[in-house]
T-cell receptor, first 112, second 111 residues
Framework: EPEVTQTPSHQVTQMGQEVILRCVPI?????FYWYRQILGQKVEFLVS????????KSEIFDDQFSVERPDGSNFTLKIRSTKLEDSAMYFC??????????FGPGTRLTVT | DAKTTQPPSMDCAEGRAANLPCNHS???????VYWYRQIHSQGPQYIIH???NNETNEMASLIITEDRKSSTLILPHATLRDTAVYYC????????????FGTGTRLQVTL
């Protein structure tokens, strides 16, 4: 069964460093999302992406965040200058139809 | 998006049906009810969705009241692997539509 994959599974970085989280959505899906979950808290929407542009973004998704689909398979989330409060699980999701979203296993980002 | 209310936790014996309730009294006419679950810290997993009719798939059944103000997710024969946090989410259908997660119901399936 097709699945969303994410790399790395765990990323440790120092405050102020740039990180890029990578996702490979399900082939033929056209709609992509990033969510995050701070330990013990809710899953929060960050951004949705379609046709090479952002469809919607939350207030969390400020100028420090960017997304890109650099080729036909990868979907990336970049955080330019990480802060301690960016430590969280980051989930990528993709959608082919109009109902269900398929989530990846997540990348645990630890900012020290 | 309409707000949902779920009990914070429930227990269920293995092999028995798990019935997870959700209130969504402010749901609007074009909003669907979606159920996802999250096992430990894994990515959320889609279970089922519905508009106003009851729905069933290989994972679960979804019962939506006639006034659409509440729904129940039914896992007919719960197993230990069904232990997870279950999220009831109300939102518009359509692509590029965000999911707004609440705190969900933590279902513990026991022997």
């Amino acid at each position: 069964e097709p699945e969303v994959t994410q790399t790395p599974s765990h990323q440790v970085t120092q405050m102020g460093q740039e990180v890029i989280l990578r996702c490979v959505p399900i082939s033929n899906h056209l709609y992509f999302y990033w969510y995050r979950q701070i330990l013990g808290q809710k899953v929060e929407f960050l951004v949705s992406f379609y046709n090479n542009e952002i469809s919607e973004k939350s207030e969390i998704f400020d100028d420090q965040f960017s997304v890109e689909r650099p080729d036909g398979s990868n979907f990336t989330l970049k955080i330019r200058s990480t802060k301690l409060e960016d430590s969280a699980m980051y989930f990528c999701a993709s959608q082919g139809g109009i109902y269900e979203q398929y989530f990846g296993p997540g990348t645990r980002l630890t900012v020290t | 998006d309409a707000k949902t209310t779920q009990p914070p936790s429930m227990d269920c014996a293995e092999g028995r049906a798990a019935n997870l309730p959700c209130n969504h009294s402010t749901i609007s006419g074009n909003e669907y009810v979606y159920w996802y679950r999250q096992i430990h810290s894994q990515g959320p997993q889609y279970i089922i969705h519905g508009l106003k009719n009851n729905e069933t798939n290989e994972m679960a059944s979804l019962i939506i009241t006639e006034d659409r103000k509440s729904s129940t997710l039914i896992l007919p024969h719960a197993t230990l692997r069904d232990t997870a946090v279950y999220y009831c989410i109300v939102g518009n259908t359509g692509t590029a539509s965000k999911l707004t997660f609440g705190t969900g119901t933590r279902l513990q399936v026991t022997l």
